[in-house]
């Protein structure tokens, strides 16, 4: 039976009859994958503990002629932080499985692997959020995997007429990919502020650990967050949404 080794991201399980489950696993030089434990939800397995905790794991699978099956797997890289806080589990699952929802399988993209690999460390270095609160890491994650995607939306110059934007006057149209000027924006369309504009630049293009540093004020991280949920709401292919799932664990 021929076999490869990769580094994957679990991004969930899934139980099956008897002691088997299904694993969604982001890998380095595959893409997304289906991974078929057997025997994993038994008290001895070995695998188990290394796929049920955060972090990146050297797997070992067997391909097969319907799905393929994970031979062996060691957490080579763990967040411990992740699973001793509920805020950060709440974070870490939210764009974990936005990634599930917005990707196809078996389609490499390393890019994705090193995004996720990137956050989760900078996630597993940051202090815990407050609880119920929403955090500047999220939306980091969610503008860097659209760009990643082709879904990332313009905040430079006019979705419509093209022309620099100016700091004030300006409305978000998601469906038309970006941002819309004073004299192009439609009467009804919800505007942004410049704060708001320059922190999702920021976002999308410096490091994850800088994400936690950004200060903003009240209205600037309202805006980014209603401008994250419009572009995870309007591009998710599956039925599920990241967003209700952290409200909900909040």
Not at 64 to 82: E, M, N, W
Request: hydrophobic share 45%.
């Amino acid at each position: 039976m021929a076999t490869y080794r990769d580094k994957g991201i679990v991004l969930r399980a899934k139980t099956l009859r008897d002691a088997d489950r299904h694993y969604v696993v982001f890998t380095e030089g595959h893409g997304k994958v289906l991974l078929l434990a057997k025997g994993s939800r038994r008290g001895k397995s070995k695998m188990a503990p290394h796929l049920g905790s955060f972090g990146i794991v050297e797997l070992m699978v067997a391909k097969g002629r319907i799905v393929d099956r994970l031979a062996g797997a060691d957490l080579s890289v763990p967040y411990r932080s992740l699973m001793g806080s509920l805020e950060k589990t709440a974070l870490s699952q939210g764009v974990l499985l936005a990634v599930d929802a917005m990707t196809k399988r078996e389609l490499p993209e390393p890019r994705i692997f090193a995004l996720l690999g990137e956050w989760l460390a900078a996630l597993d270095a940051s202090p815990a959020p407050d609880p119920g609160s929403r955090h500047l890491l999220f939306d980091a994650a969610i503008a860097r995997l659209m760009a990643v995607l082709g879904f990332a939306i313009d905040l430079k110059s006019c979705v419509r007429c093209r022309r620099p934007l100016v700091p004030e006057g300006n409305a978000v149209n998601v469906l038309a990919g970006g941002i819309e000027c004073g004299d192009c924006k439609d009467p009804g369309a919800a505007s942004v502020s410049a704060e708001a504009i320059k922190a999702l630049r920021f976002l999308r293009s410096e490091p994850f650990s800088a994400a936690p540093l950004l200060q903003l004020p009240p209205r600037a991280r309202r805006e980014v967050g209603f401008i994250t949920d419009l572009m995870l709401t309007t591009h998710l292919e599956e039925r599920f949404s990241a967003l209700h799932y952290l409200k909900a664990v909040a």
